[in-house]
């Protein structure tokens, strides 16, 4: 199941999205015989409802395209797809997760994930353009898989981490690096107000298959940046959610990035830093590709 968010005139809503074709969320609920627990209209509330059985639920999704009418919003570009969760109450990151890119950043191996914050307002959608060049001279890209929470997880283990995560999509982790190393915490370099795409939808985990066999890939204009696999992180997507809820209790439609590989612009010689008009695309294998243009001053 691929689930998105959409502009209404009313406000932000949910949708599943079926071939190139989007459907509101809470009717195609009510068109089906699923909706046992309500009809909610956004990505976090169906998260909260039923995030224990979206396998389920996508199966009887997949086959309601041509009977659920009413429910079709139309076709992704007519849309107007935001991303995916509009309002997640955490957005963390893992940094340093792969080890080439902590090998091309001179540091050592972590023995933990090293987690910092983003904030829903870095959050920007699909075909939005990327801000931060009126407030960096510096903006670099970051290709990642981003993970959305589909049950509250509190203190969960390894082996049974992955029940909890609904699904992935695709995020770019656009890093403002010279606000980033003014001081020891990065925070100002990361959290750049309308900074860091994502989507266009969140693929749910049993569409997935395995989440540490998944290739990444991250592109400026057209030319590859970075290339890797998440069967090279330090600290798989299990160990991560382990990890962070047992010091955090995560929610439905809660965010984690999990980390970029080798090949940022600003360990290259000379860096590069993108600038306005240029495009970052990030494409996560049977994820989705993430594509957007860098907005002028």
Request: glycine share 12%; net charge negative; hydrophobic share 40%.
């Amino acid at each position: 199941m691929k689930l998105v968010s959409y502009n209404h005139p009313y406000g932000p809503r949910g949708g599943v999205l079926i071939g190139d074709e989007v459907y509101d969320l809470e009717q195609l609920l009510a068109d089906t015989e699923v909706a046992d627990r309500g009809a909610p209209p956004s990505v976090k509330e169906f998260l909260t409802l039923y995030g224990d059985c979206l396998p389920e639920i996508g199966k009887v999704f997949a086959g309601a395209g041509e009977t659920a009418v009413g429910a079709l919003v139309g076709t992704v570009a007519e849309a107007g797809l935001i991303g995916p969760v509009t309002d997640p109450a955490k957005v963390l990151c893992v940094g340093l997760n792969y080890k080439d890119h902590v090998a091309e950043t001179g540091r050592a191996l972590p023995d933990y994930p090293d987690v910092f914050t983003k904030f829903a307002s870095t959050l920007i959608g699909p075909f939005d353009e990327i801000g931060g060049v009126d407030v960096s001279e510096k903006l670099d890209f970051e290709g990642e898989v981003a993970i959305v929470i589909g049950r509250r997880a509190s203190r969960v283990s390894e082996a049974e981490a992955l029940e909890y995560v609904a699904g992935l999509a695709p995020l770019n982790d656009v890093s403002a690096r010279d606000l980033q190393f003014r001081g020891t915490q990065w925070t100002p370099g990361k959290a750049v107000d309308g900074s860091t795409p994502w989507g266009p939808a969140l693929v749910t985990l049993d569409e997935i298959g395995d989440p540490q066999t998944l290739e990444l890939v991250t592109r400026v204009n057209d030319i590859e940046m970075q290339r890797s696999n998440t069967r090279h992180q330090i600290f798989p997507i299990a160990t991560i959610v382990s990890y962070i809820s047992g010091f955090l209790t995560l929610e439905p439609g809660d965010v984690i990035a999990t980390g970029t590989p080798q090949g940022i612009g600003a360990k290259r010689t000379p860096p590069v830093w993108i600038a306005p008009g240029d495009t970052v695309e990030i494409e996560v294998e049977r994820v989705g590709t993430l594509r957007n243009r860098v907005a002028a001053v």
